[in-house]
């Protein structure tokens, strides 16, 4: 079975751009949650999708949203880039909601913003 | 606020050693889960073991064990008969077991390093 699949891989945005990245979940996981990872904050949670609704939201300014496809896959968009949001995104699935101690990380996109 | 403390930024181990990793948390909950993940140079994060914090006995997953104190708060990580591939950060996390604010809590890592 595939794992998490994140594209792409490797970003360089300029600030004020705006940025989307995408996720595909572990075949028949419905949950997907984003991360944001940076070496002085470390892991912060952004939100966590399940059947297409947003369930849970992390602290971050509006430039950062999200949605989830019909078929799970989510992308995550930043606008108005700010040299702050540097950072490896991660992307986890789950089977459901509730089963977040089952999550699979993808391997991530590292956004450089100049 | 849940907070997660890792107090060792970095470690290092010789191969065929012993090394503990520690962790501290801070909630008024007693239903949640608790984590280790591994996270290689190569970026994909790793789930490494995890405890229900209903259960007493401690999780054991072949070379890697926890010492999960509740009264104490305090979850730490034993790697036994370290392996060059060990070496990675490592996050210890925590998240509630009920309710809508089931979000992972990070902190900050500990950075291993297996000698050979």
């Known amino acids: 079975k595939a794992g998490v699949t994140q594209t792409p891989r490797y970003l360089i945005k300029t600030r004020g751009q705006q940025v989307t990245l995408s996720c595909s979940p572990i075949?028949?996981?419905?949950?997907v949650s984003w991360y944001q990872q940076t070496p002085g904050q470390g892991l912060q949670f952004l939100f966590e999708?399940?059947?297409?609704?947003?369930?849970n939201k992390g602290n971050f300014p509006g430039r950062f949203s999200g949605r989830q496809f019909s078929n799970s896959r989510s992308e995550m968009n930043v606008s108005t880039l700010e040299l702050g949001d540097s950072a490896l995104y991660l992307c986890?699935?789950?089977?459901?909601?509730?089963?977040?101690?089952?999550?699979?990380f993808g391997p991530g996109t590292r956004l450089t913003v100049t | 606020a849940q907070t997660v403390t890792q107090s060792q930024p970095e470690m290092s181990v010789q191969e065929a050693e012993t090394v503990t990793l520690s962790c501290t948390y801070d909630?008024?909950?007693?239903?949640?889960?608790l984590f280790w993940y591994k996270q290689p140079p190569s970026r994909q994060m790793i789930l490494v073991i995890r405890?229900?914090?209903?259960k007493q006995q401690n999780a054991t997953e072949n070379r890697f064990s926890v010492n999960f104190q509740k009264a104490a708060k305090s979850f730490s990580l034993k790697i036994s008969d370290s392996q060059l591939g060990d070496t990675a950060m490592y996050f210890c996390?925590?998240?509630?077991?009920?309710?809508?604010?089931?979000?992972?809590?990070w902190g900050l890592g500990t950075s291993l390093a297996v000698n050979p």
């Open positions: 909630t008024s909950e007693s239903n949640y889960y």
């Open positions: 986890a699935s789950s089977l459901a909601a509730d089963r977040l101690y089952e999550q699979y």
């Open positions: 075949s028949g996981h419905r949950s």
């Open positions: 996390a925590f998240r509630y077991n009920a309710g809508n604010n089931r979000k992972l809590i």
């Open positions: 405890q229900e914090a209903y």
């Open positions: 999708y399940f059947s297409e609704t947003q369930r």
